[in-house]
């Protein structure tokens, strides 16, 4: 993984601009520590940071080469999982290759194929390249949004950057933000609007898009969407196939010069790939797969099922560890550790975000660098399959809201009634929530039951999984690991999202296809574990910490967040302790400790992004 940006403007000389392009990179130094590198022509340059994962010599960024008289330029971040078979395609069309790497792969099918070039990829990827003859910039982000792609156009020109940090450090980006900007934090984050980039002026190029950039302006549109279409397999061709393409996901993405390992919760998801990921291991005659988990001090003691988090996550580690004898490392964070870590886990996300679910994985995320480069992980495993409670709940099923969002009323009682209504909130969130649904695609034959499990489920793919994919980039990128999540392989996504709900809640379980094609890679009782989500710390104190914090804000009178919240009302959700009743405000985790933390996380944010409320 790595981090890339970019300076593209027809009247400015960018050789004598270099610094800038440069220091947009530098900010983002902790996506690639391995090495950087600018290259700049009078119109355009561009700039990487790398973390070394495939041919360390021979995939040195920025890359160019030469076809037909037109050089091409490109500064990438990702891993293409198919490239293997991309560069025997293109050698039997003529091409030379001078490296091992998948960036030459992918700037070669470029020149071979042009923009149809970003359609044959199978992996994760933001990338740019520059066409010398033509003088365009050519950009790209992968069909889930697993790497991330901001852009900011200028009158004359066109910026982008692997994060927002990285723009903000260009002196031609404003760090203002509209009311539409502080809805998408306080109202929908730490979810996002797709290609909503908070600042006003920088966007995010939207997963599964591309964008053209030349002197006549910027063309974007999307190359991949999720489609509509019946489902002809039965039960047992689906869960042949499902196990096809969870096994051929995970073996790819193994690819890497640097070690590998598995994030393992004891979870479905996270065991089938590590069981995918063992057999690769073994059959390959490499030693068995590093495994690590995450877990806090005393969760024994403070753990009570929430209807959410059903049960702990260590005795079912050590039970799939055991069976698929990987060699495990358990890492233990404590709240000292998670209170320290807040406003480092906001600045790599350069938002208010997770809480302690964010800061734990920042944490968790050094220790493994310590001794992998690589990890794969779970993530959106639930998404697909329809695993979340939102799924199956009466009241999300018949809401007219985001179904993880459900609370928005107790959420907008903590802020500023008069803040409340600038940014109109409510009115904000029901709009985007219609703009999601009418993206849906559909089929005529669905019945109504199956037409609204197909809207949850492109809501939860295209508005909750990034936010996930989001926190899983930022917290590891922070602490240079790049983590890759086979369940977004775009093959095995764009399958499942046909099968009848019947279908893929087999026996009446929550991602029964799942637990069925799987059958054969896991025990019975892994199988048939309920869902426990990443987990938060319940340990009290926690809470206590976080508002020791918060308190401290509420004494301030020049703290930027005192027109925004509700003081009094934040002063009795702090004088009820730890132990009243949670009421989830975002996803399933984030209670009356998480919803501190945000908000300390968002006033820091404020102060130190220099935010220009407008």
């Known amino acids: 993984m790595c981090g890339i940006a970019g300076w593209i403007d027809y009247r400015r000389n960018m050789v004598e601009n270099q610094h800038h ?35 360390p010599e021979g995939g040195v960024q920025p890359m160019s080469r030469r076809h ?6 490109i500064v990438y971040n990702g891993e293409i999982y198919n490239f293997r078979e991309l560069r025997q395609e293109l050698e039997s069309l003529g091409y030379h290759f001078q490296s091992r790497s998948d960036t030459e792969v992918l700037l070669t099918a470029y020149m071979a194929w042009g923009q149809g ?12 390249i520059w066409n010398s003859r033509k003088e365009t910039l050519y950009l790209a982000r992968d069909r889930l949004g697993v790497k991330p792609l901001f852009y900011s156009e200028r009158n004359n020109g066109l910026l982008f950057a692997s994060e927002i940090k990285g723009l903000l450090a260009h002196p031609q980006v404003s760090r203002r933000v509209t009311a539409d900007g502080l809805a998408e934090v306080f109202a929908l984050g730490p979810a996002r609007t797709p290609g909503h980039g908070i600042f006003q002026n920088i966007r995010e190029l939207r997963a599964g898009w591309h964008l053209q950039y030349d002197r006549s302006g910027i063309r974007i549109e999307p190359y991949w969407q999720l489609t509509a279409a019946p489902h002809e397999d039965d039960l047992e061709t689906t869960a042949g196939l499902v196990r096809d393409l969870v096994q051929d996901a995970v073996t790819r993405q193994l690819v890497a010069d640097v070690p590998v390992v598995t994030l393992l919760s ?11 990921a063992q057999s690769a291991f073994l059959r390959q005659g490499r ?23 059903t049960n702990l996550d260590a005795p079912w580690v050590t039970r799939v560890s055991e069976y698929l004898a990987t060699r495990h490392q358990r890492v233990e964070l404590d709240t000292p550790e998670l209170d320290a870590a807040l406003l480092q886990a906001m600045r790599a996300r350069d938002l208010p975000g997770h809480a302690d679910v964010d800061t734990s994985l920042l944490l968790f995320a050094k220790r493994i660098q310590q001794q992998a480069t690589v990890g794969l ?7 697909i399959f329809g695993g979340y409670p939102w799924f199956h709940r009466p009241d999300a099923l018949t809401s007219t809201t985001f179904p993880w969002s459900l609370r928005l009323k107790h959420r907008m009682s903590v802020l500023n009634p008069d803040f409340v209504g600038h940014i109109h909130a409510f009115d904000y969130v029901d709009a985007r929530y219609r703009e999601a649904i009418e993206e849906v695609p559909r089929l005529r034959s669905d019945t109504p039951e199956e037409a609204r499990i197909r809207e949850i489920t492109y809501l939860s793919i295209t508005r909750f999984l990034p936010t996930l994919l989001d926190r899983k980039d930022r917290m590891t990128m922070a602490h ?9 392989d775009h093959r095995l996504v764009e399958y499942v999202f046909n099968i009848p709900w019947a279908i893929k809640n087999h026996q009446g379980l929550s991602k029964g296809i799942l637990r069925k094609a799987a059958s054969k890679w896991l025990p019975a009782a892994v199988l048939s574990r309920r869902k426990s989500p990443y987990p938060s710390t319940p340990n009290p104190s926690y809470f206590y910490a976080m508002a020791k914090r918060m308190t401290e804000i509420l004494e301030d009178p020049a703290s930027p967040l005192g027109p925004i919240i509700h003081r009094q009302r934040i002063r009795d959700v702090i004088a009820q302790g730890p132990g009243v009743e949670q009421i989830p ?26 935010v220009e409320l407008l």
């Open 117 to 128: 070039a970003v359609s044959r990829l199978n992996g994760i990827f933001a990338f740019a």
């Open 585 to 610: 405000w975002f996803g399933q985790l984030m209670g009356n400790a998480q919803l501190l933390a945000f908000l300390i996380q968002a006033n820091s944010w404020l102060t130190e992004y220099r």
């Open 68 to 73: 037909h008289g037109t050089v091409y330029t």
């Open 266 to 276: 004891g979870g479905l998801d996270s065991s089938i790939v590590t069981a995918v």
């Open 21 to 55: 392009i440069e220091s947009m990179a530098q900010a983002m130094t902790c996506r690639g520590p391995d090495g950087s590198g600018t290259w700049v022509v009078k119109q355009a340059g561009l700039s990487h940071r790398r973390l070394v994962v495939i041919d």
């Open 480 to 488: 240079s690991l790049e983590v890759r999540v086979p369940f977004c």
């Open 377 to 383: 992980s779970g993530e959106a495993a639930d998404e």
């Open 287 to 309: 030693p068995p797969i590093t495994t690590f988990s995450v877990d806090f001090a005393d969760m024994a003691r403070y753990f009570r099922d929430n209807g959410f988090q």
